[in-house]
């Protein structure tokens, strides 16, 4: 400091206004003159590259006198910098695994909820396909590129996919795999072409796993070895890892406490009672990576050949962690299961920390992190993730000190306008070392007070963009999906409604409205108009995943369906604070339904048509009701017998023998079964049913009550009944020439919601053990499990049969009728969240297509491949009886017996809905799989490779349905 005019008395020196993120220390300095201070500048990594002004006051005893410096700013330049991580959304709903083909440069994700094996372009991060691949799980890449081979969950089929056309080449049936047929839940492809095969029907109950695994030829469709039980000193009880060594010459199994290495050409089978709690091979194929929990854990070196162990160091992560080794054999990465946020790498040959990584956080979501299990040539880790697949950057590896890790949150507001402005906050905005903030590939501005920054969101194009916040230290989070440039839509459903409108519909997507208080209270501005028609809208929700923490923040409203025209497709344009969206036939138009008019008071159950006469049949309490729908009008009912003293009658299940001379009823009301001839129907034969069986002798002590019901052209008649004790037994044949019952000594359930069917031969009839599919030969009585697809006692009690007999529907299985089961019914996460399905399914004539009633709508499903092709919003409310549909097996038009109680019935024309295309593969043909001859099958429990759950949102099929407890028959 210089003193002007002989000035000798001290001066106070203070820094004026700073630019925001600039600072300075000391703020100010009290000087005389011939003092010096230093004055140090520093900029926050968030700001700004510019040139900035700052004045310096200097007040004195005889005045003031500023000056005005010029400050070059530049934002922190260390390792903050974007990368190729990222996260691609998909309908995934169990996803399961990811694989790499180096030969296309794609990634495959598996997903068993879905049926859907999904592509990825591995440069772009782009969804290029989905192939419907019904239990999509386990696979494996031939080393030609030639073929994805696709094992299946609880199905057991193989799938061979070409990846270059992302089509299937081939379908081996389950039941056609070797010469007696072998389940296949997951794949590996050996050096010489064989593939190693996990099956077996679940392990260890208690644990998770599988039993069994086999080598299977596929060009000569050979089982060259097959392993249960296993080998001696190898323990196949809940197999949990099932991998190939990197060579692929070995493969290696363990259930934990036992690790076994088996060459499959020589037949040496290795064995080590090395506990396991995580897997991994060295692309080299010399050694296996173990993990062992522990704290710390510990990695094992193990000897591909002889599982002796070469080399063992610490590693900091979880018992449950992923592995994934590098091409190059030299680093393993670890991606924690439980403590996510950062993923590992460590040298194999010091055992050293070679690096970490960022992990990728799902916003408020209890399942943080990628379940790596790929790797490309670029060093690109992928796994799965809620809803879709992570992809992490190593060329981005951080080394050094670890950073900050990453953690699950929200931004506040979810959305904004196109033009950018918005004002946008999160927690991990107020760490002390925030850098830098993008919304996509854009930074944003940053504002607020320095402690506490705020971030001003750029211009963006419409739709949902990622949040990444970067940190000096090298960390970063990761918020896929976070905020919406205007509003967004994910999924309309339903996307079709009968042309009179009224029904209910459901639009998923962002920035709909604020995070509000109270929760799910309507916003002011949220407007929908369909064709230009404001509709009005009954309920909006910030949480429509119903899940304490969503992974990201989607919202959902309800509205009313207004009218349209039948054949056609509507736009639909959406209104929120943060802008609009239209979409260009979000909604398509199907004929009206048609109320039939019905005297008097009814409570419909269950309701068949009648090829031979042209009519349709209704079981009411107390009548049967018959319908012409080519007269449009009903005809005279058809009575049954007076109750006995004490009982009332309520009819319940309806069947006609396949040459239609015989009509067979059930009623739970009076425990009868009545037989009668449709052309004289006052000639009824009565058969008394009201105790159940037990061990193949009637029981005084129990109730009965007769349900589901065929009956054979010679007058056999089969049925379930449910009783009131689970100790009973409940699949029965009466035969009505000498009224003797047989009992097939299969124990029942309390609700009457069971069902039957036969062949037009008469050959077989099928039942439905809530979820477990059995035949019974009519020559020879002899019973037949599926051996595959659901189980007893866990599913529900669907049954329906094509017209073409090539098809049948139980318990959400798609089956062909040597009960190979072909697939299941599945619904994405916004799909089963707003469905309740009540019983009636019906197949077209060529089981082509699956009708699925819900409490307000229908649902279409590909019958061979169980997706949904489209949901259909009702104005009606349709039964929970019993049976809700009855179709004619020939045009698509159904007869709805609506009402909750069954009080009516409406006709519903669904033949403009196109049958799916010939599927454009080749299938063996089944002639049914090593069936059971006794007992419940059991199905698959376990994972392979991953005794955890897959990151999910719902369940595998989100089936499910309801009943009125009030009309069904009760004890």
């Known amino acids: 400091m210089t003193g002007e005019n002989g000035y000798t008395s001290d001066v106070n020196v203070a820094v004026g206004t700073l630019p925001f993120g600039v600072s300075v220390s000391p703020a100010s300095a009290l000087l005389r003159p011939g003092d010096s201070q230093k004055f140090t500048f520093t900029a926050a990594p968030y700001i700004a590259a510019s040139t900035a002004a700052v004045t310096i006051d200097g007040a004195g005893t005889v005045g003031k006198k500023s000056t005005t410096l010029s ?190 290495a088996l060459d499959p050409v020589s037949g040496q089978m290795t064995s080590s009672g090395t506990y396991v709690s995580g897997l991994a091979v060295t692309p080299d194929g010399k050694s296996l990576l173990v993990l062992q929990a522990g704290n710390p854990a510990q990695l094992l070196v193990l000897d591909a050949v002889t599982l002796a162990e070469t080399g063992s160091f610490p590693v900091k992560t979880d018992a449950g962690a992923m592995m994934v080794v590098s091409p190059d054999s030299k680093t393993v990465f670890i991606a924690p299961q439980l403590l996510g946020g950062i993923v590992r790498a460590y040298d194999l040959g010091s055992g050293s920390q070679a690096g970490w990584l960022p992990d990728l956080s799902l916003g408020g979501s209890s399942v943080l992190g990628t379940w790596i299990s790929a790797i490309d040539n670029s060093g690109q880790l992928a796994g799965v993730m809620v809803e879709g697949i992570g992809i992490l950057d190593t060329a981005a590896m951080r080394t050094g000190a670890e950073g900050t890790a990453s953690v699950a949150d929200y931004v506040d507001p979810p959305a904004g306008a196109l033009e950018g402005g918005t004002v946008v906050d999160n927690s991990f905005f107020h760490v002390a070392n925030f850098a830098a903030v993008y919304f996509g590939q854009k930074q944003a501005a940053i504002g607020g007070v320095p402690s506490h920054v705020t971030a001003t969101t750029p211009p963006g194009q419409p739709g949902p963009v990622d949040v990444v916040t970067l940190l000096t230290d090298g960390g970063m989070q990761y918020l896929p999906y976070a905020f919406s440039y205007g509003p967004s839509v994910l999924q309309i459903t339903p996307d079709s409604a009968a042309a009179e409108g009224g029904g209910a519909a459901v639009v998923y997507g962002f920035g709909f409205g604020p995070r509000t208080t109270p929760p799910n ?345 169980g997706k949904l092709l489209t949901r259909i919003a009702l104005p009606v409310e349709l039964s929970q009886n019993y049976d809700a549909l009855v179709g004619d097996g020939k045009d698509n038009i159904l007869l709805a017996i609506t009402g909750k109680t069954g009080t009516g019935i409406a006709i519903v024309d669904l033949s403009a809905i196109k049958e799916p295309a010939p599927l454009p593969y080749t299938a063996s043909v089944s002639s049914g799989m090593q069936p059971r001859t006794s007992g419940r099958p059991v199905a698959p429990v376990g994972t392979a490779r991953a005794i955890r759950p897959s990151p999910r949102i719902g369940s595998k099929t989100g089936i499910h349905h309801v009943w009125n407890e009030v009309a069904a028959p009760r004890f």
């Open 521 to 865: 209270q309507i916003p002011a501005n949220l407007q929908i108009e369909v064709n230009g028609k404001p509709a009005p809208i009954t309920a909006y929700t910030d949480n429509p995943y119903h899940v304490s923490s969503a992974p990201w923040q989607i919202q959902s409203f309800s509205f009313t369906l207004p009218a349209g025209t039948a054949g056609t497709d509507a736009d639909i344009k959406i209104t929120s604070d943060a802008g609009s969206v239209e979409l260009s036939g979000g909604l398509h138009y199907l004929p009206a339904t048609q109320p039939v008019t019905l005297s008097g008071t009814a409570s419909l159950a269950q309701g068949l048509y009648d090829p031979k006469r042209d009519v349709y049949y209704f079981t009411d309490a107390s009548q049967i009701r018959v319908y012409s729908r080519s007269s449009g009008a009903w005809l005279p009912s058809i009575s049954v017998p007076g109750a006995a003293t004490g009982r009332a009658h309520r009819l319940w299940g309806i069947a006609l023998s396949p040459d239609g001379s015989k009509l067979a009823v059930s009623d739970a009301g009076a425990g009868m079964i009545y037989l009668l001839h449709p052309d004289s129907p006052g000639s009824v034969q009565s058969f008394v049913f009201n105790h159940p069986y037990f061990a193949g002798g009637p029981s005084d002590s129990g109730t009965a009550l007769p349900a589901g019901i065929a009956v054979s052209d010679s007058g056999m008649i089969y049925f379930a009944a449910a009783v009131n004790h689970e100790g009973f037994d409940s699949f029965y044949k009466i035969d009505s020439t000498s009224g003797a019952v047989t009992d097939y000594r299969i124990l029942g359930d309390l609700r009457p919601f069971y069902k039957v069917a036969i062949l037009s031969d008469n050959s077989r009839v099928f039942f439905n053990d809530m979820g477990g599919l059995f035949t019974v030969d009519t020559a020879t009585d002899a019973v037949t499990w599926s051996a595959n697809g659901a189980e007893c006692c866990g599913g529900d009690y669907e049954l329906a049969l094509s017209a073409d007999q090539k098809t049948l529907a139980a318990g959400s299985y798609l089956f062909d009728t040597n009960l190979s089961a072909k697939s299941y019914l599945t619904l994405n996460d916004a799909e089963m969240m707003v469905v309740d399905y009540v019983y009636g399914a019906q197949l077209s004539g060529d089981g082509t297509l699956l009708f699925q009633p819900g409490t307000n709508g229908i649902d279409v499903f590909d019958g061979r491949l």
């Open 71 to 260: 400050l070059d700013l530049s934002p922190f330049a260390g390792n903050i910098g974007r990368t190729r991580t990222g996260y691609v959304r998909t309908d995934a709903v169990l996803p399961f695994t990811v694989v790499f083909d180096s030969g296309t440069n794609r990634f495959f994700m598996s997903d068993a909820g879905s049926s859907q094996v999904f592509v990825i372009d591995a440069a772009t991060h782009k969804l290029l396909r989905s192939i419907v691949v019904p239990g999509a799980y386990g696979m494996d890449v031939t080393p030609d590129h030639s073929t994805l081979y696709v094992g299946t969950q609880e199905i057991g089929d193989i799938y061979a996919i070409d990846p270059v056309a992302m089509a299937i080449k081939h379908r081996y049936v389950a039941a056609q795999i070797g010469a007696t047929g072998y389940p296949t839940y997951s794949v590996r492809v050996l050096a010489n072409g064989d593939l190693a095969l996990l099956g077996g029907s679940g392990g260890d109950r208690t644990i998770v796993g599988y039993n069994s695994f086999a080598i299977w030829n596929p060009k000569d469709n050979v089982l060259e070895s097959r392993y249960d039980p296993a080998p001696a000193g190898c323990d196949l009880n809940a197999v949990f890892d099932f991998e190939v060594t990197g060579d692929r010459r070995r493969v290696v199994i363990s259930n934990g406490p036992t690790l076994c």
